[in-house]
């Protein structure tokens, strides 16, 4: 089963609820797809054991071949190439790698070669396998490390994967072909607001939900309100207490410190098997 | 014309509220919206939209199935994977790259332009605004921001303001780029977290490769003050400037529940008072 934990506003605790949720689960593998900004290994420290370059590929044009036809150039959506009857521009940080401009070139002129965009890092914490993408800095493309690293995914492991901030592209690549996804969300306006463009994107996807409310007790109820309207189960209520938020400040998975946490966590991965074969 | 873009690395750190507040405490400043995915600061400035603009970002491959075959050659040239094995394509994952079209033996493949979301121009009680939405499960993101920019550049010039605030996705990646890369000065909200601290640091990576001067400020930054500490080492190691501090405190949740700034909310309040020296701090930078 793959779950994944996403969550439309920044900061309400996706990373710490998807962590906490591995720990107390068993055969599991974790995956950190918020590669801009990947956090679950800052509350896991893992062994590192392996890291392996990411790339994508990206045109080569051989200017003794290319003539400067511009055909290249009309083809590509993404304004990456520019042709001058006497030079070529290619920006990396436009393309796509959809392999368009080798197709379109009418002397097969272009080929394909690999550029980095980033690294996949393997680790360990007992029985967890950690993997998590790292975007180099400056680097535009998450989407194609997200898909590296979803490549990692092994059969017959409770997957949890970690999503990335948002709701746009990084986000739906992560999400795709999950079994659930469990929202995290907390008790505000911001919280309300974000869950509801969330919960769009995945009706949109065909993907089942449900929510967990974080630093319940803050701000108000209708959070609560509009699962209740829409027939969203609300699977778990996080407390806003000061220790954990300490915890966290920490870096501490807080189902370690408070032990009573690591069976709620296994319910509510139960809960979610529960859903899913329904 | 300056322009300031607030940013955070990890999402949640108060990076909208603190833009609202600024908003309030600037005079003649224009305000961008450019967390177009999610984007929460109309909810405490009351925008009034004034014009809507149709954002088409990409493209669409259309199958027109009475052409098509099925001999598959799309769905295995597809680096997206966005075509099913129903041949079938899947607007969610079609990044509108036309590939699909081109080698279509049958011509049944069309590209059409899709409406990815809509871009607002507004106005609120303190100055003009731009702002957008982007559509539930659409992409480009990146491309919205680069057009709430256009606009917001239009609308301080128009209204001769001094001043563009944006409001910047959390992350590193394509939209924060597109928020960042011409601006002035980049503020950096974080948080005395490991996770604020290890995004604080890529956050800053990112604006010293876009040559734009660095801010920082530390907000709910009583929460753990060794790690507090630790962020004004770096800080101050690194010669980049933090402009304030803030203390957590719950009245910052309830103004956002009355759908206000703290700085309107609670004026005389410990976080309204650090609000009005950062802003102070960065007009000085600015």
Redesign the interface.
Known sequence: MIVAVASGKGGTGKTSVAVNMALSVGNDQLLDCDVEEPNAHLLLNPNVHRTEPVYVLVPHINEELCYHCGECAKFCQYNALFVSPDKNLFFPELCHSCGGCTLACPRQAITEEKRRIGALKFGAVGDLKLVYGELDVGEIMAVPLIRAVKNQIQDNTNVIIDAPVGTSCPVIETVRESDFCLLVTEPTPFGLHDLKITVEVLRKMSIPFGVVVNRAGIGDNKVYQYCEEENIPILMEIPYQRKIAELYSRGVPFSLEMPEWKAKFQALYSEIKRLVEE | MKQLTIL??????GK?TLTASLAVLARNAVFADC????P?LH?LLHPEVIKTQEFKG??LAVIDKTKCDNCGVCRE?C??DAITDAIEVDP??C?????CA??CPSDAITMIERVSGYAYISKTKYGFMAHAL?S???????KLVTLVRQNARILSEKENSDLIIIDG?????????ASVSGVDVSLVVT??????I??LQ?AL??IK?FNVTPLVCVNMYD??KD?TDKILGFCEENSIKVVGRIPFN?KV?EA??N?KTIVEYSPESDVAKEIENIWKRCKDSL
């Open positions: 955070s690395g990890k999402g949640g750190t909208t967390d177009v995915d999610a929460d909810m990409s493209k040239k680096r997206f969610v994952a990044e509108g790259c036309g590939v081109a080698i982007l539930p499960g659409e992409s480009n993101s990146g996705p959390p992350g590193i990646g394509c939209p924060v780029i948080e005395p977290t490991m996770s604020g290890h995004d890529r990576q990112l490769h929460i753990n790690n719950p949740t956002m529940v759908g």
